[in-house]
């Protein structure tokens, strides 16, 4: 069983929802990023998703952006990105790491060294954001043939055929896009994200992760309540540049920790129910 795997069979067995935080690579620099790393781990992740800095990143609201600029500006790279992943396995066997990016970096590496680089280094799961389902046969083959999960994208707009083919070539988790739009962007409708959670149930037995818009505690809980896993970056990222980049890893750490908590304090309640309900 893979790290992701087994992240989510253990969270599931204790009652816990997966917290997976996002962060950007070399920003405010790599050294920086060591440590927060470090940070998010002691803080409570469960996964992190570790950003390719890229000069495009259309998916990616404003805050996202400024993190790839600031990593961009110090020529931070994807062999980089994969020095990175080394040296955070080299101090943590246990945290999955999952790389989310773009098509073009991989493709300039080439897909089968990629494949085989992130192996090497320890990534756990790869996120392409601009490699739909219908396109990726042959990458998520590749990464699947290395024991490593490509996981996809379903977003609210998602047809059902879609989410049937991410079923067919996805593994590890499914992450869903909360908001139409761009990171960090608009209003989370909880009502909403749990109807399409149940469409995509139909389809998909992996764990389903839902970011974009996950902003506090209230929204984690209110998001936990339906999903496998919350995923945040945009937040998180906000601590990290609104302060001396010294400081990052503890501001990122200490605010994640309230998220840690707030989930972890949701999940007791419902067990304190699940109990009074099977003794009444």
């Known amino acids: 069983m893979n790290r992701i795997d087994a992240t989510f069979a253990r969270q599931r067995a204790a009652g816990r929802t997966v917290l997976i935080p996002y962060v950007t690579a070399g920003d405010p620099s790599l050294a920086a990023t060591d440590e927060v790393l470090d940070a998010l781990t002691r803080a409570g992740a469960d996964v992190i ?19 790839s600029e600031r990593a961009l500006a110090q020529h931070v790279g994807l062999r980089d990105v994969l020095d990175l992943v080394v040296r955070f396995r080299a ?5 999955p790491i999952v790389l989310m990016g773009y098509a073009n970096p991989v493709e300039a590496m080439g897909t089968t060294a990629f494949a085989e680089r992130a192996r ?30 490509p996981i ?110 707030a989930l972890d304090t949701m999940s007791s309640k419902r067990a304190d129910a699940g109990a009074r309900a099977s003794t009444a």
């Open 120 to 149: 090497e280094a320890g990534v756990d799961g790869v996120i392409i954001v601009d490699y739909p389902p219908e396109e990726a046969a042959e990458f998520a083959a590749l990464l699947r043939a290395r024991e490593i999960p």
């Open 152 to 261: 996809f994208l379903v977003a609210p707009t998602t047809p059902a055929e879609r989410i049937a083919r991410i079923a067919e070539l996805g593994s590890g988790y499914v992450y869903y896009v909360s908001l139409k739009g761009v990171t960090g962007a608009g209003h989370l409708d909880t009502d909403a994200v749990a109807a399409k959670l149940h469409e995509i149930r139909k389809h998909v037995a992996l764990p389903v992760g839902v970011g974009f818009g996950i902003r506090d505690a209230a929204s984690a809980q209110a998001i936990a309540c339906h999903a496998d896993a919350v995923v945040i970056g945009s937040r998180i990222i906000t601590e990290i540049e609104t302060g001396p980049p010294a400081d990052a890893a503890v501001r990122a750490g200490a605010w994640l920790a309230t998220i840690r908590r």
């Open 91 to 95: 101090r943590n066997a246990a945290t």
């Open 49 to 67: 998703e570790l950003g390719v800095p890229f000069s495009d990143p259309m998916a990616d609201g404003p805050v996202i952006q400024r993190a």
